[in-house]
Nanobody, 121 residues
């Protein structure tokens, strides 16, 4: 069992940056691909970024690929999402998720509780 806890969300202004963290416990993340998702009120959950178990492969949604960067530190069992040039439409609850080995757009076994990001105009 993998427990995931996101942190780093908050209220920022448009154009600002935030770095989200996803810390794991229970098992090492070294075999797990990690994904970042978000869900805004009234909208479906959206895949944002994924990184494979070794950090050698990443994938991004078109909506964020030029602004967001996913990275990981397996020694710390932590995954990060660096978000730059934030826009009001980035306002959502942000989740991290884990699955074995390879990146997926949605098929993840473990999910965190989410951290809220609010971007004011």
């Amino acid at each position: 069992q993998v427990q995931l806890v996101e942190s780093g969300g908050g209220l920022v202004q448009a154009g600002d940056s935030l770095r989200l963290s996803c810390a794991a416990s229970g098992r090492s993340l070294s075999r797990y691909a990690m994904g970042w998702f978000r869900q805004a009120p009234g909208k479906e959950r959206e895949f944002l970024a994924g990184i494979n178990w070794s950090g050698t492969y990443t994938r991004y949604a078109d909506s964020v690929k030029d602004r967001f960067t996913v990275s990981r530190d397996n020694a710390k069992d932590t995954v990060y999402l660096q978000m730059n040039t934030l826009k009001p439409e980035d306002t959502a609850l942000y989740y991290c998720a884990a699955r074995l080995w390879a990146v997926s757009d949605g098929d993840y076994a473990y999910w965190g509780q989410g951290t809220q990001v609010t971007v004011s105009s």
